[in-house]
């Protein structure tokens, strides 16, 4: 089936070690998102691929990047993780930007210790 | 804050019951989108609908908005234990934003 997988479901990492999330699609979709979600918040977009097209969301923290070698996958990079970055990164793909429905992975939780 | 604004937060009803959740959102949209998220799961798309559309149905979901009053509501019919889950509004504004509102939590009991 087609679909969005993101690896790995469940992340632990040291607080200021630099950590990598990964999404891969199956879709053929242009363009790629990352959210973040605390809990019981709603998901909060960090940035968009249209694309190669990089859009970084005005308050997205500098310590967020972003790369999206081909079509298939995006990576979120975290280069010195605070404890205030523990939440849920959920990756999600759509057509094309704006008036389509995005297809959401299962998500990585993070964990800072 | 810039999110929609969902109510109620958290919503208990008993299965076959009719559920009703609403979002008021601040500034003109092109679109709007509800989302189902089950707990530890991603997001599940479930309607979009247009700013020049009032009513949108789907199974038995049933979809308004009220452009006038920036508002729009979900209605799930005849509730399933397996409905139970976290319920977003979603908008796309005519300044080129996307933003998630705060989201209803349902318990439907078997």
């Known amino acids: 089936d087609a679909m969005v997988i993101q690896n790995p479901r469940y992340q632990v990492t040291q607080f200021g070690k630099p950590v990598t999330l990964s999404c891969s699609q199956t879709?053929?979709?242009?363009?790629m998102y990352w959210y973040q979600q605390k809990s019981s918040q709603a998901p909060k977009l960090l940035f968009h691929?249209?694309?190669?097209?990089?859009?970084n969301e005005a308050d997205t923290p500098d310590n967020f990047q972003s790369r999206r070698p081909n079509t298939s996958f995006c990576f979120l990079d975290i280069r010195s993780p605070g404890l205030g970055d523990a939440a849920m990164y959920l990756c999600?793909?759509?057509?094309?930007?704006?008036?389509?429905?995005?297809?959401f992975g299962d998500g990585t939780r993070l964990s800072i210790l | 804050s810039q999110q929609g604004e969902e109510d109620p937060q958290a919503l208990s009803i008993q299965e076959g019951e009719n559920a009703t959740m609403n979002c008021s959102y601040k500034?003109?949209?092109?679109?709007l989108q509800w989302y189902r998220q089950n707990s530890g799961r991603g997001l599940v798309h479930l309607i979009l609908?247009?700013?020049?559309?009032r009513e949108k149905h789907s199974g038995r979901l049933r979809v308004t908005l009220d452009t006038s009053k920036k508002s729009s509501s979900l209605l799930i019919t005849a509730s399933r234990a397996a409905d139970t889950a976290s319920y977003f509004c979603?908008?796309?504004?005519?300044?080129?934003?996307?933003?998630f509102g705060t989201g209803t939590s349902l318990t439907v009991i078997p």
């Open positions: 979603a908008t796309d504004n005519t300044g080129n934003q996307f933003y």
């Open positions: 500034t003109s949209i092109n679109n």
């Open positions: 999600a793909t759509s057509r094309d930007y704006r008036a389509e429905p995005q297809h």
């Open positions: 609908i247009r700013s020049n559309e």
């Open positions: 691929y249209y694309d190669k097209d990089f859009n």
């Open positions: 879709l053929n979709h242009n363009v």
